[in-house]
């Protein structure tokens, strides 16, 4: 019996000789160096990852990436990304991509994507603005928001991505943040084992534009009273010290102070395998209400939704396997034919 | 003494040619009827061509004048170049179908109507206040006057189908009585019918039995004191089919994905008159090929990108409307220099237009519809049959040189359709493809010296893992550069790299006189009313030659000496003189433009007048 030798890397064997110019003190660095350790961990040949990315600051990606990349244009990534797919399904193909070409220019076919089941991992750096562009508020700025297009504030409600994942039939949906190196690491190798669609919100700060756009999640002192983690079959519980807890009632959560004969065993227990939407986008809506904390980690992962690439190819099997390989010289002679012969 | 009396022998005229249109609304069933008889025609020998014209509504209410859909066919036993300008015979469902065809019939041609959709309502939906039936309006042509729902009613009594039903079939009886007139067999229709409903017989039954009953008709009533055959024509030996041009351009590629030996990717928007090419695909699985409905124009031609990058013979099809769409995209391609084809199948514009009609307006954007400096390869079908040529060439060009290609064809040859001797699979041109998998100093921009094609370094090769981007990147290595005369190199070589491919494509021969009074210079579906009337006015002895050019970028490296040879460019195009700008701005050249713009093929007798106008 032979075994495979799995190829042993190093997160340098993921960097390449280009510079990096993302301005310093961007969020992106620290996800690049999260990638690049986890993508050396996962015991797949360089050769046959594949980062796609659209345009924007997170779309300079794949030059960062010593695996192949390829940089298209505003908002296509994930149309380039399914017919890389369909056509060879065994890559593991990446998306990069920010607030504004995913969730505005690109809306269109993040969504679809999402639906096929595409075997993608799509990475959706979220800062809240329109870097690239030098700050114009994006679809996800806060409603009133002043930028350089909006002196008087934004009108424009914003997306919550998550949501708009969740409600896209997406059968994986997380979230991270640039600076919590770890819980980002573990989040991407949970990514990296999804099958399907993968959707992954990464909070990422821009310092140039938006400095702060998650300050409330990320402030060392702010985090455990705003951030809720959630992991599968562990009970949502948050707080500096752990004392607080969500807790379904009736057919809504509620924030539930711990103690007073309110124990961990009244809480909801996280299911991320949950198989109706409603429950993940009770989830996904905390953050827009008050004294609710914000979800971070897998919100969704749904395992047994065939993958859309798998369909293609096994359809092409079965017509194969039932007509057998297509004969040219048969098919140009379907229909009426007739033979003129010489005179 | 006495002599038995019997009716004069009816006769059998031979003639040489014919055109039948059978129009009607779009629910009567018109392009069945047309497609069955032209299959008739077809087997018999007789070379055609078609014209299929329908609206843009599916369904236009009932009897009215934008509902009415036609099927034109011109059969003949010797070359067919045009689906005829004139109609010799003409049958017309409702008054609407008649009063929207009449204009195209020939004076004495014969006119065959259905008497049972005459009623007050029926014209009144036709916006007629009399019935042309009764008002001598018709007195010019040979005018036959059927009960034809009336009469399949009859024929299908006995089949227990309700009213609607039997009515649904009363085009068949239309299509009997031609197939009498023009002494054609059934049988192939009979074949077409029990395979089309076979899940289905009660319907075999009643079509099968409505065409008889219509032949039978003819047979007994002596309507028709006359009779046609048309002889076999002389075609080069083969073997033959019908074909229309969105079927050839189908085949074509999977024919080019045969030869080249990469499987077949197309990414598509369903857009009239393109849609076909994606059905006949998505048919194609036993050959492995890959079709992906997209969500818009935008991701079936950036999954196509996707695709070739993965490395597949990748296409996209669409028409107007969705070449604008995708410009940024075939940018892309232009720039990261992969293989891709873009087939544009034109229609009447702008915007929406005339999404049924045909038009040839989108040569311009086909050659400058992009921002910046992005040559692209262009080339153009002529007939039906000629898209498969065309699909094989696009494909091989496109390999070769890495660089997307569009091909133009338009509604006219996407639906019209013609026979076509079917190629020995072994006779097929190969097409190389070779992938680079040695890493060994490998640069994602290095080119080949002769074609300055770079290499195709497919994803999942070990040790060529590099980057590729719309961002400018430096020659040879790819990297992103912003250093200003790199730039210009790059656009120097993208442009030399389209400008190379003139060298690998033939020099243009004029049909008709090689130098003279007048050139036609022409491009796509105006081939064949062109070919008709070259041969019309050469045969009265004027010096005229017709150049047709299949290659739009690059043109022909000896065009510009071939115009030299004649004292008259003539350019007559389905737009407003888009080729004519080309060939005035590159051979300073004065281009007569003859302009038709009308959504509808140019005729042969409006060729000919030009000429005879340009040359008296």
Known sequence: ?????????????????????????????????????????????????????????????????????????????????????????????????????SLSIGGNHTIHMLRR????????????????????????????????STPFGTTDRPFNPISLAIGSEATFVARSVDVFQQHLKDTLKKTAAHKGAAYVEILQNCNIFNDGAWEDLTEKDAR????????HGKPLIFGKNRDKGIRMNGFDLEVVQLGDGVTEKDLLVHDEKHPRAAYAFLLAHMEQRPGFPTPIGVLRAWDNVPRYEDLIADQIRDVQAKRGKGDLSKLLRTGDTWEVRAQ | MSTTIEAPKRKREVIDQAVIRFCGDSGDGMQITGSQFTNTVALYGNDLATFPDYPAEIRAPAGTLPGVSGFQVHFSSSDVYTPGDAVDALVAMNPAALAVNLADLKKNGILIVNLDNFKETDLRKAQLKVSPLEDHSLDAYRLFTVELTRLTRAALKDLGLDAKSMDRCKNFFALGMCYWLYNRPMDSTTRWLEDKFKKTPQLVQANKLAMQAGYSYCEATEAFQV?????????????????????????????????????????????????????????????????????????????????????????????????ALKTEAIGLAIAVELPLVICDIQRGGPSTGLPTKT?????????????????????????????????LEASRIALKYMVPVIVLSDGYLANGAEPWRIPNVEDLPEIPVLFETNPEDFHPYRRNSETLARPWAIPGTPGLEHRLGGLEKQDVTGNISYDPINHEHMVRTRAAKVEAIAQDIPDVVPEGDPSGDLLIVAW?????????????????????????LRHLNPLPRNLGEVIQRYKKVLVPEMNMGQLSMILRAKYLVDAIGYNKIQGKPFKQSEIEDKIQELLS
């Open chain 2, 524 to 548: 796509g579906s105006t081939h064949g009313p062109i070919t008709a009337a070259l041969h019309a006015e050469r045969g009265k002895g004027r010096r005229i030659g017709h150049v047709h």
């Open chain 2, 359 to 391: 038009e040839q307006a989108d040569l311009l954007q086909a050659m400058f519809g992009r921002n910046s400096e992005a040559p692209i390869p262009v080339i153009a079908a002529s007939s039906p049959g000629d898209c498969f040529w065309v699909a």
């Open chain 1, 224 to 231: 455990s009273e705003h951030i809720v983690q959630l992991e």
């Open chain 1, 1 to 101: 019996m032979t075994t495979a030798t799995l190829p042993v890397y190093t997160r340098k064997d993921f960097q390449t000789d280009q510079e990096v110019r993302w301005c310093p003190g961007c969020g992106d660095y620290a996800i690049l160096s999260a990638v690049q350790s986890v993508f050396a961990d996962l015991g797949i040949p360089r050769e046959k990852f594949v980062i796609v990315s659209g345009i924007g600051c997170s779309s300079r990606f794949p030059y960062y990436m010593n695996t192949y990349g390829f940089h298209t244009i505003h908002g296509r990534a994930p149309a380039v990304a399914t017919g890389i797919k369909i056509t060879r399904p065994d890559l593991d193909v990446w998306v990069v991509t920010g607030d504004g070409d």
């Open chain 1, 117 to 148: 089941n595409v075997g993608l991992k799509v990475l959706m750096f979220n800062n809240r603005i329109y870097g690239l562009t030098k700050g114009q508020y994006s679809p996800t700025s806060e409603i009133g928001k002043k930028t350089k």
């Open chain 2, 227 to 323: 009779s046609y055959e048309i002889p076999p024509a002389k075609l080069a030996p083969g073997v033959y089919r019908n074909i229309s041009g969105n079927t050839a351009l189908a085949m074509g590629f999977v024919a080019a994905s045969n030869k080249a030996g990469i499987p077949l990717f197309l990414g598509s928007y369903p857009i009239t008159p393109a849609s076909d090419i994606l059905h006949e695909l998505s048919g194609y699985k036993d050959f492995g090929v890959m079709t992906f409905q997209a969500e818009d124009e935008i991701a079936a031609v950036t999954s196509a990108i996707g695709a070739s990058y993965a490395g597949a013979l990748a296409i996209t099809t669409t028409s107007g409307p969705g070449m």
